[in-house]
Every structure is written in structure tokens, then in C-alpha cells.
């Protein structure tokens, strides 16, 4: 028996009073900071991250990339506030629901706080896109254009309120995006400071909307609402469904040992274990990430299993010995070789997750690492320590009513193994064919699998945001936002320099020269080369002709500078154009907003409105005039959410209907197909941006880590087992439940078309750490048996008996207890719910047929290898 | 004690005779300062608008005033853009009527195009600056009630509340009007919230032709940290433009004599 496990028998008071300190102090010491954050300053407080761009270090270029974009064209993330109405034939064109729309509309540009560091904190008030607040471009009798807002006050006639659809809809940049197609309804989108402040700014709508009456819906939603609601339901989860399944599990063991005092050890232990890694990873400074906060749910079932190993043997052999200490003994001795295994290899699997390129995949795999450790050690103490603790007489008659008599057993369950065991003797080669059907199978399964996720499906089907998302993507363009930034491959400003200097030579001029000279000490900086034409001009008050002279040089500047700005450049918007276009063709896509369409728009309303007016002008100073035309507006700035200033540069705005990582790569080989094919006037490089791209570059990063990670932990559990079972083929026999599960389980995800998506990533791990256990228990209680009864023929009535009863048990007690997480509404837990189970069950199923079959078949080999 | 009361009363007799002037007549004076100092005039402007990130857009013109009746009242301007160099000899006119809507034309030379523009709403952005059209042509006085809030040493503080308060999206602004030059030295808006989010400045006042003359002036927008700074230079008064110049005529053909100095 383990030094340990003695330790706690012969003290096994101190063994427990050590537990409850432990995690008292876990608990004090997550507790404390997180409620006083003040007094406790040297310990991290409880964070909570929902967000899914931390899946990537903030460091990650992409990200970088994305930060950088979203400053430089004044990018916020927004929640999307989506209005409908079924009953009125006008949807929410009528009176009475635009003046509600109206409302919202001025009460969010109003939300604002002072935040903890003084800085106002809310909604961005003059960048929401709402009716009240948006342009409107449009011709006012003879020869007029005319700005305002779309919806300076709110109509007091449906004639009125159909105008302002009418409007919007003649606008390319409203139309399905503020405004839907149909006419019926109205998205508002409201920009807010940080994604942090969603679910307050979201609920002081929610309060403001409540005072409304009439028949609009209203759904809010968008990434960041999603994000934070998933934030808050997290806890919900964490707080309901993990203690659920600890019930279930308890009412299960109940079943199994019918003694509630007994089976409270592997409560204590999957306990202890949860809150000692949980506060060791706040304590450590680590966030509750949405993967971290899986961490409980993934230990509980490891930590119960070893658990139940000892106490289903405890059950079994009680009767024999009918004394604690000797029974533990007993039980310690046979069992303490397997757990450590077991343990290690677990603990192998999700350590390799440090490995993965996704910091929190790695923090998840290191602290699940950790907390198997943990339930190792609480295993091999306070299981043995609490029994102790238990009177003899309290133990009368356990196990005695439900000893089995290995030939005559009376439970259905040992019945069936009794049964099973024999059965895979006889039938031992149709076992192993089947297995290589179903084998096939999984890999066409797998062949199938489809790589996809996307967080606003991480909420159930009927979830608020669920419905939102579909009701809005039903009538708007899309509210999954991707952002294609296009700028020239050369260097603009090396060419302008160059141009400038020959135009400079050209002109030949006392000033030009004079400019000439000092371009090198200006280095071709527009803003230095302007300000030295200022302060010589500025110095020259009194020689007018100079003062010209040096105007025309300007002239020619800026004229050099004008071949920088490329998407002021006719040609070049037509082919953001023809991009456009094609990216329509996807079918992913709803509609996209860029330059070209402002400019268009500004055109067309310059000239008279008519729709062949709708295009771009055919020379630059008529693309600049439109465009310092539409400057003229209310919202001037909304330029420069396009474009640079120095049109050097430009976005296009793609409104995805799906926010399916799937969709998004395929709308990102259409980009580059697109470009493949048509080479652009001036050669230009692209680069995607937005929360819906960036999801994708972690899910490649994930789905490449986690098949790294899983292979690399499968070969160092393969070389734990030859060395455990110190015979290769007995190492590689090992591997074939957890090799057989796994390819089960994604089998099935490929054939019922299941996403590949994060959690199921995770699973594969999973499978690993529990897969393996139970062919460790088995293989190694086998080899036990084979040594005293010889023949397989009779060793496998041994193996049938206890050592499968508790495979079957523990397959049983934790595949059912995980089962209440499929009734949560958050799908990944569902995910891993169903999962867990099914791993539980194929693992089981396949140690205990496949197992025994390929000893069967290949028993003179394998028992012949052991012996030389 | 008798010496330190005298003392303390004395400062509140001596401003007291200027508190006496009437906030309408300090708003008249300073509204004539801002935009009427001569019969006409003419200005080269140099317009800088650097955003938050430091990216600076610059706009060249020319401006050419007319008062068209007396008593700081109805008024005519010509815009004339001579940079950026792809927008040059684009032109805005304004005919500014204090008892009516104003007339607004842009021509637009590379579209070959003469448009009016419907000036309903004055507080849209000038050529995408941080000053509205109404920054530039001055808002009519009786828009708003003023009170005044305080007369320091050097200035009127003057507080402006609009009349129709759904037609703008300030709730009140605060106008430093210098005493002796009634020049708004700074202006102050407010949103409903009560919060300053944008500021107009006088940067720089310089004396020309007797008038006292803003040569630099600056609007920043709080909430954008954008801000644009006009530099004047060959400012003249009381030229003698002829009232044809600012017809439509004159928007293709633009008047060069008077654009240059």
C-alpha cells in the first residue's frame, strides 16, 4: 500500500481536518480580494474574460492588426437593437412605432457615466445609427440637394412615416442595414465605449423600452451583448448545472453502495479537488475564461472515478474481511498501481494542452493537469482517511446483502457482465469485425467532419439572442461584421516624393527649386512640405508675387500628393466596385457598404436623383468634389470609418447573414479568388479585420493545436503504458478503447453533422485521460488474474466480475451524472454534457468487448510475449 | 474694520456701471464684431483640421464678404477654393438672410455643376471641419435668449438658450465676450446632458484697419478630439466688391481681380 494512503489510515482525522483547512484557505483566498478588494491588495481579485478575442494572446498580430484598424478608421463595437412588427401592415412605419424608435433613439445617445477612471463611459452618442440621427441626401425642389436627418422629430401621419422608409431605402448605406428590405422593419445600432459595458447598456434600454407600448418587438443584440450575456450565464451554469450533476452522481453511487455515508468520500474528494485548482488558477492571477470555467465540470468525473474504483472494491471485498483497515489495505494494494497510471496519463493528456498556440486552452489544460493531481492525491488519502473515520458498526452489512457470488450473481448489472464475459470468449472474432466496421465507418465519419463554430450559437436554439440573431439576419443585410481593409502594395510615399521632385524640376521656378532642395531635410512629408510653404508665404506678406508663386507650388504638391490617394481615384473605386459585387455572389454575404457607394450616392443626388446618376465619376476632382460634397453633412466624419484622409487606404464593411466561421472563410476565399483574378489598377495587398474574421484565425489555430497537442499526448501515454505493462504489446493493447472511442466519437460528429467546434475540441483530451482508465483497470487486473488461473478461458469469469462491475459502475455513476449539463442553455456545456457521457459509455463498451476479444484471439501471443 | 469694509465694497461699486449694460446690447456688439467690421471684406483662409490620431486635412480659400443692408443684417459671401488642388475653383455662396432661410450655391467644377443647397439646417459640418455653416455666417441673434452670468474683469460671460431647442443639439452655449473689443474670445456649447463638448476659440486678434480682427480661430470638437484652426491672412476691409460678384453668374467664372489681393 501507498505510504500515503497508510498515513491517512493511521491519522486519518488530521487527514481531513488538513482538507477543509486547505480549502478554506482556497476559498478565503479568492473570496477576500475579489469582496474586499481594497484591504486585499497582494492577491488577485475574481475576473471573468467571455471573450472569445482572448482566445488569442493580445499580442497576436491579428489582433494587434484589428486594435490598430479600429483606431485608425474610429471603429466601435455596437449592440444591435433590431424593432419588428407583425401586426401593423406597415411593420414599424406607423406613427405611433417610430416615435417609440425615436425615443430609444435619443435616450441611448444619452447613456453615458463616469467610469472608475474618470473617463466617460457608454454609448458613443453622435456615431449611433438610428432614424433621429443618420443623413438623409436627397433633391429639394429646382436644383436643390438637400441635407438632413433622416428623422429630425418623429412623424405625425402614416404618410410621414412611410416617407422615412421611403428615404432610407433610396440610401445604399441604410437600406437593409437601418431599414429592412421589406419595409416592415428597423435596426438601430449603438456604438458603445468598451464590450464591457454591453449587458448595462443593454438593460437600460431594456428599462427604457419597457415603457413603450403598442405591438413592436425589440431585440438586442450583437457580439458584445452576446459575450457579456454568456459572462453572466457562465455563472448560472457553474452555480446549477456542475452542482446538479454532483447530485445525480451522489443519488447514483447511492444506488450502487446504499450507503450515503460512505459514497460522501467521493463527493469530498471531487470537492476538494474543484475549489483547491479553481482558487490556486484566481489566486495565480488567471481569469475565469470561458474555457477555465469548464474546469470544474472536466475534474469532477476524473476525481470521482478513481473514487469509485476504491470503493467498488471496498464493496466487494468488505464482506470478506469484514475490517476497515484490512479491506483498505487490500483495496489500496490492488488499486494503487492502476490510479497512479491512470492519473499520469490524464493528467498527461490535458497538460499537453500547454502545448497549443491558445493561452487559454493552455491555462485550461495545465490547472485540469493540476486538479487530476490533486484528485489523486484526495483519492489515495481521504477515501481511506473517511472510511476510517466511519465505525465498523456503521459498515454492518455493507456490501454483505449485495456480496456477489462470482458464479450466482444477483444484481441485473453483475448478471450482464457475468454473462459478457464468456460471451466475448465465444465470439471473441465477430466482436473484432464489428469493431472494424464501425471502425470504417468513424473514419468515413471523420472524413466528414465539418471545422465551424461561431459564439452566438454557443446559446441554445430559443435563447433571446438565438432568436434575435435569426429575426434581424431573417430581415437585414447581416449582423456579423467583417471588415476588408485594401491599400497599395508600394510605398505612396517614396512614389510621391519622386513625382514631386520631377514636377518640381519640370516647373523650374525660384520657389519650386527652393522646395527642391529642402525635400530631403522634409522627407517627403505632405504636412512638413505644407507647413514650409506656410511659413514662407507667412514671411512674404508684402511681395504678393511670391506669395502666388508659392501657391502654384503648392498646387503642384498637392497635385503629386494626388496620385498617393488612389481611392479617390476613379478606376480604383470601380474595382472596390466589381469586389462588391462578387462578394454578393457568395450568398454569405447581405450587402457590404464601402467608398464607392457614398460616392454614388452623393453623385446621384447632385444629379437630380436619377438613378443613372447612380455611378462613379470619371475623373478624380469629380470623385473629390462629391466626396468633399458629402462633407457638407451632419456626419462628415462618417468618411473616414472608409477611408484615410489620405485615401491611401480604404474599408470595405461586409454585413455577413451568419457569423459561422465556415461562412466567414469562405467569403475570405472569394476575396482572394477575386483578386487572383482580377489584378487591380494599382496593385493593391488586403488584410481582414472584425470580430467575426478573428474568430476563425483562433479556431485554425485551435483545431491545428488540439490534433498537435492529442497526438503528442497519445505517443507519451502509449510509452507510459509499455513501461507500465513493461511489454510493448500490452502498451499498444491499452490504447485501443481510448483509439476506438475517439474514433467513435468524432465519427458520430462527422456523420450527424455536428460542428467541430471548441468544446469538442476539448473532448478529445477528455477521451484520453478517461478512455485509457478503464483499459488500464482492466488489462492490468487481467494480468493480475491470469497469473493465478492461467488460461484466459477462466481468468476473463475473474475479470468479469469485480474489476468489471467496477468499469460498469463507474461508467454508469458519471455517464449519467453529466447528463443534467444537456439541459443547459448554454450549448457548450450541453456539448460536453452529451459528450462526456457518450466518451464514457464507448470507453466502457470497448474496454469491456474489444478488450477481452483481442486477448481471446490473440492470447498465446500476448501471455507467450509476457513470459519471454 | 470701518477701512476693510470700505475696501471690500469698493471693487463691487466700480463694476458696477458695467454690469448696467443690457445682454442684448453686449450680443448685438459682440454679433458686429464677429461678422459685420466693414462694408465688405476679404480674407485668404487657411483651414487645418487634425483629428485625434493627428491627421491633418487642410482646405485653402478665399472669402469674399458684402454687407447688403444695413444695421448687421443681411450679408453676402464667396467662397472660393484654391486647395486641396483637386477641389480647387470650387465655390460656395451664401446669401444670408436674418429674416428668412438663407441661400446656399456650391459649383462644382469638375461636374460642370451649379447646385443649390437646401439650408434648412445650418448646423451641418462646413466642408467637413469642426465649424458649422453657422459658425461661419454667424447665428441669427434672436434664435436664441440670453442672460448674462457673470462680468469679470476682462469679459462678459454671456449664456445663449434656444428658442426652438429641438431644431439644434446643444441645450445652451456660453459666449466670453471681451469688454472693450466685443469679440467672443471663447465660446462654450453644452449638451442636454450639461456637459461642454465643443469649443470655438479666438486664438489670435490682430488690428487691421482699425478693426479689431480674429486672424486665428479654432473649433474643437470634445467628444471627436478633432480640431480645426482657420489662419487669415491679406485681410482687407471696406474694398469695394460690386454686388454682381456674388451671382450665379460668377460661380463658373470666378471674379480673379477681387480673389487676389
Not at chain 1, 593 to 614: C, S, Y
Not at chain 1, 625 to 648: C, E, K, M, V
Not at chain 1, 707 to 713: K, N, P
Request: aromatic share 10%; proline share 5%.
Amino acid at each position: 500500500m501507498l505510504l500515503l494512503s497508510e498515513m491517512a489510515v493511521d491519522r486519518p482525522k488530521s487527514f481531513m481536518r488538513l482538507a477543509v483547512l486547505i480549502s478554506l484557505l482556497c476559498i478565503l483566498g479568492v473570496a477576500l480580494p475579489t469582496l474586499m478588494p481594497q484591504q486585499v491588495t497582494f492577491l488577485p481579485a475574481l475576473s471573468i474574460d467571455t471573450d472569445p478575442e482572448n482566445m488569442l494572446s493580445s499580442e497576436e498580430p491579428v489582433r494587434a492588426y484589428h486594435n490598430a484598424r479600429k483606431e485608425e478608421y474610429s471603429l466601435y463595437d455596437m449592440i444591435v437593437v433590431g424593432v419588428i412588427n407583425t401586426t401593423d401592415p406597415n411593420g414599424v412605419f406607423n406613427p405611433q412605432s417610430l416615435r417609440n424608435i425615436y425615443e430609444l433613439g435619443e435616450y441611448a445617445r444619452e447613456i453615458a457615466w463616469d467610469g472608475p477612471d474618470g473617463q466617460t463611459e457608454g454609448v458613443i452618442g453622435a456615431e449611433v445609427i438610428a432614424p433621429s440621427n443618420v443623413d438623409n441626401i436627397e433633391q429639394a425642389g429646382m436644383g436643390t440637394v438637400r441635407f438632413e436627418w433622416l428623422m429630425k422629430t418623429p412623424p405625425e401621419t402614416q404618410e410621414d412615416a412611410k416617407a422615412v422608409y421611403e428615404k432610407a431605402a433610396n440610401l445604399p448605406f441604410l437600406k437593409d442595414t437601418l431599414v429592412s428590405g421589406d419595409g416592415k422593419a428597423m435596426a438601430l445600432y449603438i456604438p458603445i465605449t468598451s464590450k464591457n459595458i454591453s449587458y448595462t447598456v443593454a438593460n437600460k434600454l431594456r428599462e427604457k423600452i419597457s415603457t413603450f407600448g403598442g405591438a413592436d418587438e425589440y431585440h438586442i443584440t450583437g457580439l458584445p451583448i452576446a459575450q457579456d450575456t454568456f459572462g453572466v450565464e457562465m455563472f448560472i451554469q457553474m452555480a446549477i448545472s456542475a452542482p446538479m450533476a454532483m447530485l445525480l452522481i451522489f443519488l447514483l453511487m447511492w444506488y450502487f453502495f446504499k450507503s450515503v455515508k460512505l459514497i460522501i468520500s467521493p463527493m469530498i474528494v471531487a470537492m476538494v479537488s474543484v475549489i483547491v485548482t479553481m482558487g490556486l488558477l484566481v489566486m495565480t492571477g488567471n481569469t475565469v475564461h470561458i474555457m477555465s470555467s469548464m474546469i470544474p465540470v472536466f475534474i469532477m468525473p476524473i476525481a470521482v472515478l478513481d473514487a469509485v474504483h476504491i470503493l467498488s472494491d471496498f464493496f466487494d471485498a468488505y464482506p470478506r474481511y469484514k475490517d476497515r483497515r484490512k479491506t483498505i489495505t487490500h483495496v489500496m494494494e490492488e488499486l494503487s498501481s492502476p490510479m497512479l497510471f491512470t492519473s499520469l496519463t490524464t493528467a498527461a493528456g490535458f497538460g499537453s494542452l500547454a502545448f497549443t498556440p491558445i493561452p487559454p486552452v493552455q491555462i485550461f489544460g495545465v490547472f485540469i493537469a493540476f486538479g487530476v493531481a490533486m484528485a489523486w492525491l484526495f483519492t489515495i488519502t481521504l477515501v481511506p482517511a473517511y472510511i476510517m473515520l466511519m465505525s465498523e458498526k456503521s459498515l454492518e452489512g455493507f456490501g454483505l446483502a449485495h456480496h456477489e457470488d462470482e458464479e450466482h450473481p444477483s444484481t441485473p448489472l453483475a448478471k450482464l457482465l457475468h454473462a459478457m464475459g464468456p460471451y466475448t470468449f465465444s465470439h471473441a472474432k465477430s466482436i473484432l469485425a464489428l469493431t472494424l466496421v464501425l471502425f470504417g465507418v468513424s473514419a468515413y465519419g471523420i472524413s466528414k467532419v465539418r471545422i465551424n463554430d461561431n459564439p452566438v450559437k454557443w446559446f441554445a436554439e430559443g435563447h433571446e439572442i438565438r432568436v434575435a440573431d435569426k429575426e434581424l439576419n431573417a430581415r437585414f443585410a447581416g449582423t456579423y461584421m467583417a471588415f476588408l481593409e485594401l491599400r497599395a502594395q508600394g510605398d505612396l510615399k517614396a512614389s510621391f516624393a519622386l513625382a514631386l521632385e520631377k514636377a518640381l524640376e519640370e516647373n523650374g521656378g525660384k520657389q519650386s527649386l527652393e522646395l527642391k532642395e529642402q525635400m530631403d531635410s522634409l522627407g517627403g512629408d505632405i504636412d512638413a512640405i505644407k507647413d514650409f510653404i506656410s511659413t514662407r508665404q507667412d514671411a512674404l506678406s508684402d511681395d504678393d508675387d511670391a506669395y502666388y508663386a508659392w501657391d502654384d507650388v503648392a498646387t503642384l504638391v498637392d497635385e503629386a500628393y494626388g496620385e498617393t490617394e488612389i481611392f479617390k481615384k476613379p478606376a480604383m473605386l470601380r474595382y472596390v466596385e466589381a469586389l462588391q459585387q462578387d462578394l454578393l455572389k457568395t450568398g454569405l454575404v447581405g450587402k457590404s457598404n464601402a467608398l464607392p457607394d457614398i460616392v454614388k450616392t452623393v453623385h446621384r443626388e447632385l444629379f437630380l436623383g436619377e438613378d443613372q446618376a447612380f455611378r462613379i465619376p470619371d475623373t478624380q476632382n469629380a470623385v473629390a468634389q462629391t466626396l468633399i460634397t458629402y462633407q457638407n453633412s451632419h456626419r462628415p466624419n462618417d468618411l473616414w470609418h472608409f477611408a484615410t484622409p489620405g485615401y491611401d487606404k480604404t474599408v470595405l464593411w461586409i454585413q455577413l447573414k451568419s457569423g459561422d466561421n465556415k461562412d466567414m472563410n469562405t467569403v475570405v476565399k472569394a476575396v482572394e479568388d477575386f483578386i487572383a483574378r482580377t489584378p487591380a489598377p494599382i496593385a493593391l495587398a488586403h488584410d481582414w479585420f472584425g470580430l467575426t474574421y478573428i474568430n476563425t484565425v483562433w479556431q485554425d489555430k485551435m483545431v491545428s493545436g488540439m490534433m498537435e497537442a492529442f497526438l503528442g499526448s497519445f505517443v507519451i501515454v502509449l510509452v507510459m503504458m509499455i513501461a507500465l505493462f513493461r511489454s510493448l504489446w500490452w502498451g499498444v493493447l491499452s490504447m485501443v478503447p481510448l483509439t476506438v472511442t475517439i474514433a467513435f466519437i468524432y465519427g458520430i460528429i462527422g456523420l450527424i453533422g455536428k460542428d467541430y467546434d471548441m468544446p469538442v475540441a476539448v473532448l478529445s483530451s477528455l477521451s484520453l485521460g478517461l478512455a485509457v482508465d478503464y483499459a488500464i483497470h482492466f488489462l492490468a487486473r487481467s494480468r493480475e488474474a491470469a497469473k493465478k488461473h492461467g488460461a484466459w478461458k477462466d481468468t476473463i469469469r475473474i475479470v468479469f466480475g469485480e474489476p468489471a462491475r467496477a468499469i460498469a459502475r463507474n461508467v454508469i455513476v458519471i455517464g449519467m451524472g453529466f447528463t443534467p449539463l444537456m439541459f443547459a442553455p448554454l450549448v457548450p456545456y450541453k456539448t460536453v454534457g452529451f459528450f462526456i457521457s457518450a466518451i464514457l459509455l464507448f470507453a466502457g463498451v470497448a474496454t469491456l468487448l474489444i478488450l477481452p476479444a483481442i486477448i481471446t484471439v490473440f492470447e498465446q501471443f500476448l501471455f507467450k510475449r509476457k513470459d519471454t | 474694520m470701518r477701512k476693510f469694509l470700505l475696501s471690500l465694497s469698493l471693487p463691487l461699486f466700480v463694476t458696477f456701471p458695467a454690469l448696467a449694460m443690457d445682454v442684448s446690447e453686449i450680443v448685438a456688439k459682440a454679433n458686429h464684431a464677429a461678422y459685420y467690421q466693414g462694408e465688405d471684406g476679404r480674407a485668404r483662409v487657411k483651414m487645418v483640421i487634425t483629428d485625434k490620431q493627428g491627421r491633418k486635412r487642410t482646405r485653402d480659400f478665399t472669402i469674399l464678404r458684402k454687407d447688403t443692408k444695413s444695421g448687421d443684417s443681411d450679408q453676402k459671401f464667396y467662397v472660393y477654393f484654391n486647395r486641396p488642388a483637386d477641389v480647387s475653383k470650387t465655390v460656395f455662396m451664401v446669401w444670408k438672410h436674418v429674416k428668412a432661410d438663407d441661400d446656399r450655391w456650391l459649383y462644382l467644377p469638375a461636374l460642370d455643376l451649379v447646385k443649390r443647397i437646401a439650408a434648412t439646417d445650418e448646423r451641418t459640418s462646413f466642408v467637413g471641419s469642426d465649424f458649422f455653416y453657422e459658425d461661419v455666417s454667424g447665428r441669427n441673434t434672436t434664435e436664441d435668449t440670453h442672460t448674462l452670468l457673470e462680468t469679470s474683469d476682462n469679459y462678459y460671460v454671456v449664456k445663449s438658450t434656444p428658442k426652438k431647442a429641438d431644431l439644434v443639439e446643444f441645450s445652451f452655449y456660453k459666449s466670453y465676450i471681451h469688454k472693450t473689443s466685443f469679440i467672443p474670445v471663447k465660446i462654450e456649447f453644452f449638451d442636454k446632458r450639461g456637459e461642454k463638448y465643443r469649443e470655438a476659440a479666438a486664438e489670435k486678434v490682430e488690428t487691421i484697419q482699425e478693426n479689431q480682427t480674429v486672424t486665428q480661430g479654432s473649433m474643437t470638437d470634445l467628444r471627436s478630439g478633432s480640431k480645426t484652426v482657420l489662419t487669415y491672412s491679406g485681410v482687407q476691409y471696406d474694398i469695394g466688391l460690386p454686388d454682381d460678384i456674388f451671382t450665379e453668374r460668377y460661380l463658373r467664372t470666378p471674379p480673379t481681380d477681387y480673389l487676389k489681393k
